[in-house]
């Protein structure tokens, strides 16, 4: 029965040195060691944030990247394909010209050769006209030496004359 | 394997033993009850081994109203052949002192084996915990090193394993109080075990100490919904109501006492299962019960140490929990 009666002195003890104890390792043990568990946890937690946003930065920097590089790539082929189209455009606008230039050209020489020839042709027909005439003063002067043949002449004048 | 052979040797020597009993009358009777109540009890004096300096005379200290204040050593109440004799007015019968004129029992302050011993616990908890705040001290922001590595796991494992979930968001507040509570425990359930230790955690004084903290903090730290729930339970019909609050009552109570027996019950019995055991040695006289009963103690040994550690931890529960339903915050109307 002993075993279940507590002893007056044993209580009185060890309520006083548990109440000590827990005094003194609340300042001398207590309170250190969960500060600094608390702040190692904190620094923990804060280190892993960090880590993590570092990685979230890196990846959106890497996004960003290339998303730069994407757009570099496009600019240059829309450059390229400005300058292409440019070049093209240059090209067809100089052949144009140059056909342009080149009819006019052979426009213009064309008119020049026609009034060359033009005017060759009236020379020719004036030269012609003069050597017909000319031929046909040698022929008369020489045909029509005698009045039969002015009479000839003049009935084939009248012929031609009555079939027209 | 091994138990089989430990039932062997057992049983072996139970037989040898009883033709042994038969054949030699032993002549002095050995009364192993009177053994094991008195390692499990607590005494004056402190008792090693037989011999000379076997034992640690500790230091008296009475009060009574008629002689007042007195202090002498407990050497004075043995002679020279370690009988129980009067000293200068006192007397001391199973471990109580009396006055031997009027026979009154008097206030008894003295530094027994217990008191002892909860000292020697005190002041390694202090040695060991300050140590491992130093560590901290010394190792800031690095891994914890020693004795800090040892202890930090424990006091990691209380703190978000056992008081945080029971105690809710407000648990910091009755940390050290917790961590004090488990670690006294834990050393004095650990210390107890060593030979020729005393049996600390298994004195009910000791634990009913406890368990009343736990009581008081509970009830002083209880906020208007506990006590609310106590004396006029929410959800329930009238009636029912006016045959609860006594059982409510009764509930404040019964949570410090269950603590309070748990750890004394855990602790003393096992201290009386590893005594039977060494007392068969003793009673039959074998060699063969001997190294039975050695390699049973070991096991238990291993039990025990294993059963210090989850009464430190349920104690330490079931007072987060105590402590956690007197502050919960909890917004109950209909179910319960």
Not at chain 1, 50 to 60: C, G, L, M
Not at chain 1, 86 to 100: E, F, G, L, Y
């Amino acid at each position: 029965m002993e075993l279940l009666t507590p002893g007056t002195g044993l209580i009185l003890w060890q309520a006083i040195v548990f109440v000590l104890l827990f005094i003194l390792l609340s300042r001398l043990a207590w309170k250190p060691i969960l500060a600094s568990l608390k702040e190692r946890e904190t620094s923990i937690s804060d280190a892993l944030n960090t880590a993590e946003k570092a990685r979230q930065e890196i990846a959106s920097l890497k996004s960003d990247n290339e998303k730069l590089l994407k757009e570099a790539r496009e600019e240059r082929d829309r450059m390229l394909k400005d300058a292409r189209d440019a070049a093209n455009r240059m090209k067809d606008q100089a052949a144009a010209d140059a056909k342009k230039q080149g009819d006019k050209i052979i426009e213009d020489a064309r008119i020049a050769i026609n009034i060359e020839k033009q005017a060759a042709l009236k020379e020719v027909h004036t030269q012609v006209a003069l050597f017909s005439l000319e031929v046909a003063e040698k022929l008369m002067k020489k045909n029509l030496a005698g009045d039969k043949a002015q009479k000839d002449l003049v009935d084939g004048y009248i012929k031609e004359l009555k079939l027209n | 394997m091994i138990s089989r052979l430990v039932l062997i040797v057992l049983f072996v020597g139970f037989s040898q033993a009883s033709f042994a009993s038969e054949a030699a009358d032993s002549s002095k009777a050995f009364n192993a009850s009177e053994v094991i109540l008195h390692h499990v009890l607590d005494d004056h004096i402190w008792h090693f081994f037989d011999g000379h300096y076997g034992t640690l005379y500790l230091p008296i200290i009475v009060y009574s109203s008629e002689r007042g204040l007195e202090s002498f050593s407990s050497h004075n109440f043995y002679d020279e052949h370690h009988n129980i004799v009067e000293y200068n007015g006192y007397k001391l019968d199973h471990n109580h002192i009396y006055l031997s004129d009027s026979g009154e029992s008097v206030l008894d302050l003295s530094i027994t084996k217990n008191v002892a011993m909860l000292f020697i616990n005190a002041t390694l908890m202090i040695l060991i915990l300050t140590a491992v705040a130093r560590g901290y001290k010394r190792n800031v922001g690095k891994a914890p090193k020693g004795i800090q590595a040892f202890i930090e796991p424990i006091i990691v494992f209380v703190r978000d394993e056992v008081i945080k979930p029971n105690i809710g968001p407000k648990y910091e507040k009755f940390l050290p109080y917790l961590l004090t509570l488990f670690f006294f425990i834990l050393f004095g359930n650990l210390l107890g075990l060593l030979p020729g230790a005393a049996n600390l955690t298994g004195n009910i004084a000791v634990t009913m100490v406890l368990a009343v903290g736990t009581f008081i903090i509970t009830n002083v730290s209880g906020n208007k919904a506990y006590w609310g729930h106590i004396f006029w339970t929410p959800g329930v019909p009238l009636p029912l109501r006016i045959v609860i609050l006594p059982v409510e009552i009764i509930g404040i109570i019964t949570k410090p006492i269950s603590l309070m027996v748990r750890l004394f019950v855990a602790i003393t019995a096992g201290h009386i299962v590893l005594l039977s055991l060494i007392c068969l040695v003793f009673v039959f006289g074998s060699v063969y019960v001997g190294i039975g009963s050695t390699l049973i103690v070991l096991f238990i040994n291993l039990i025990e140490l294993l059963v210090a550690g989850i009464q430190a931890y349920v104690f330490t529960l079931f007072s987060s929990l105590y402590i956690g339903m007197a502050i919960a915050e909890h917004a109950h109307d209909d179910h319960h």
